[in-house]
Nanobody, 122 residues
Framework: VQLQASGGGLVQAGGSLRLSCAAS????????MGWFRQAPGKEREFLAA????????YYRDSVKGRFTVSRDNAKNTVYLQMNSLKPEDTAVYYC????????????????WGQGTQVTVSS
């Protein structure tokens, strides 16, 4: 499946952004979807995942209560709503698709979007 992430930008600390990831090429509802991020000099880290129906979600502890993952299978799109943003949230954000079960492991994701930059100023 091909993935195209969008919605990044520059925001002040405490602000919000909503990222979108549009899928094409395969049946979107067949995939578990995840969001990851990578800051300069750091490894890519898991943020959130959502199962095929959207009924089950899973988050990294540091973003619980601030980030919300959702999906619209009719629009072939997954979202990441980010609130109360902090400077340490600055990174390139990636969406990814997995064929297996809901997972936080990067290696379990088969297809990746190109990334969208999020910069949070203090």
């Amino acid at each position: 499946v091909q993935l195209q992430a969008s919605g990044g930008g520059l925001v002040q600390a405490g602000g919000s952004l909503r990222l979108s990831c549009a899928a094409s090429g395969r049946t979107f509802s067949n995939y578990v979807m995840g969001w990851f991020r990578q800051a300069p000099g750091k490894e890519r880290e898991f943020l959130a995942a959502i199962n095929r129906s959207g009924g089950i979600t899973y988050y990294r502890d540091s973003v619980k209560g601030r980030f919300t993952v959702s999906r619209d299978n009719a629009k072939n799109t997954v979202y990441l709503q980010m609130n109360s943003l902090k400077p340490e949230d600055t990174a390139v954000y990636y969406c990814a698709a997995a064929r297996g079960s809901i997972t936080s492991y990067r290696a379990d994701y088969d297809d990746w979007g190109q990334g969208t930059q999020v910069t949070v100023s203090s």
